[in-house]
Nanobody
Framework: QVYLVESGGGLVQPGGSLRLSCAASGHTFDIFNMGWFRRAPGKEREFVAAITWSGGDTFVSDSLKGRFTISRGNAKNTFDLQMSRLKPDDAGWYYC????????????????WGLGTQVTVSS
């Protein structure tokens, strides 16, 4: 079993930045790929970004490229999502996910999910 815990969510003003982190534990040898998804109120779950376990390759949603960056964290088995120039539309719950298929935007390709961290963008 793989356990994922997200952190770093909170309230940020429009135009601000926020860094989310996902900590993976358990059978991490089963993980080849990590992803971030988000769900805004009343909207479908949306792919944000993915990264290979090694951190060597990344894939960011075209609509978020340039503002969002995914990377390995400084702590062991952590993965960060750096978000900048945040907009009210970026608000929602952000979820970390793990799976084997590399750099996939499809939520069904992810086996393990965290409980999420909430991001609020408001002045």
């Amino acid at each position: 079993q793989v356990y994922l815990v997200e952190s770093g969510g909170g309230l940020v003003q429009p135009g601000g930045s926020l860094r989310l982190s996902c900590a993976a534990s358990g059978h991490t040898f089963d993980i080849f790929n990590m992803g971030w998804f988000r769900r805004a109120p009343g909207k479908e779950r949306e792919f944000v970004a993915a990264i290979t376990w090694s951190g060597g390759d990344t894939f960011v949603s075209d609509s978020l490229k340039g503002r969002f960056t995914i990377s390995r964290g400084n702590a062991k088995n952590t993965f960060d999502l750096q978000m900048s120039r945040l907009k009210p539309d970026d608000a929602g719950w952000y979820y970390c996910a793990a799976g084997r298929k590399l750099l996939t935007p499809e939520p069904t390709d992810y086996v393990n999910w965290g409980l999420g961290t909430q991001v609020t963008v408001s002045s």
